[in-house]
């Protein structure tokens, strides 16, 4: 199994731009989830996904779109690029069910610098 | 409302002992621990439950106090390797869904 993989590894963009974030797992998890790390700081989530077709916002969610046609597939989209969107961007994988909670996998994060 | 991490940093001589605290003002479901090294992932180490379970790492230990909402990671004879970013994450379940939330990290070194 590959776990969780991300593409692409950077990005520089320029303010205005778009682009997207790709995130694939071979694991058959149903949540999906995604997270921006700042330097020098924690994880703040920015969608979550509990199967294919259900999305919802987390903490930080605006300036950013997300789908999830597939069990597999969680792309981030970035509409508009600012500079305060340069962050490191993690997406994780599990399998959670309603009486007991369960590890996040995470991919190997994507390095995103908008100039 | 993000959870408060004690201490922030840390520094300990191989072989010492660390406590690193974890702190919430809401009702927890679970408190997870993960490891981060610098340009890498985080990596999961343990999952404490309400009611008591636990699963996670054999050589890291750590506790949950569901009343007081409140969770301690618990490293000892801490090795080389232990050095990293240690963030906790607060679950809470809302509807159909559990989200997480990660404290501001604690960074420990070990040094020879």
């Known amino acids: 199994n590959a776990g969780v993989t991300q593409t692409p590894k950077f990005r520089i963009l320029k303010i205005g731009q778009s682009m997207t974030l790709q995130c694939t797992q071979d694991?058959?998890?149903?949540?999906m989830y995604w997270y921006r790390q700042d330097p020098g700081m924690g994880l703040k989530l920015i969608y979550y996904?509990?199967?294919?077709?259900?999305?919802d916002k987390g903490e930080v969610p605006n300036g950013y779109n997300v789908s999830r046609s597939t069990t597999e597939d969680f792309p981030l989209r970035l509409e508009l690029a600012a500079p305060s969107q340069t962050s490191v961007y993690f997406c994780?994988?599990?399998?959670?069910?309603?009486?007991?909670?369960?590890?996040?996998?995470f991919g190997p994060g994507t390095r995103l610098t908008v100039t | 409302q993000q959870p408060v991490q004690s201490p922030q940093a840390v520094i300990l001589r191989e072989g010492e002992d660390a406590v690193i605290n974890c702190s919430s003002s809401?009702?927890?479901?679970?408190v997870h621990w993960y490891r981060q090294k610098h340009g890498e992932a985080p990596v999961f180490l343990m999952i404490?439950?309400?009611?008591?379970e636990q699963k996670g790492h054999e050589k890291i230990s750590a506790s949950f106090n569901e009343k007081k909402q409140q969770s301690s990671l618990y490293l000892t004879a801490s090795q080389l390797s232990y050095s990293g970013t240690y963030f906790c994450?607060?679950?809470?379940?809302?509807?159909?869904?559990?989200?997480?939330?990660f404290g501001t990290g604690t960074r420990l070194q070990v040094t020879l």
């Open positions: 994450g607060t679950e809470i379940w809302a509807g159909t869904a559990s989200k997480l939330t």
């Open positions: 694991m058959n998890h149903n949540y």
């Open positions: 809401k009702a927890l479901y679970s």
């Open positions: 994780a994988s599990s399998q959670p069910d309603r009486l007991r909670s369960d590890e996040q996998y």
């Open positions: 404490l439950l309400k009611g008591g």
């Open positions: 996904s509990v199967g294919a077709g259900i999305t």
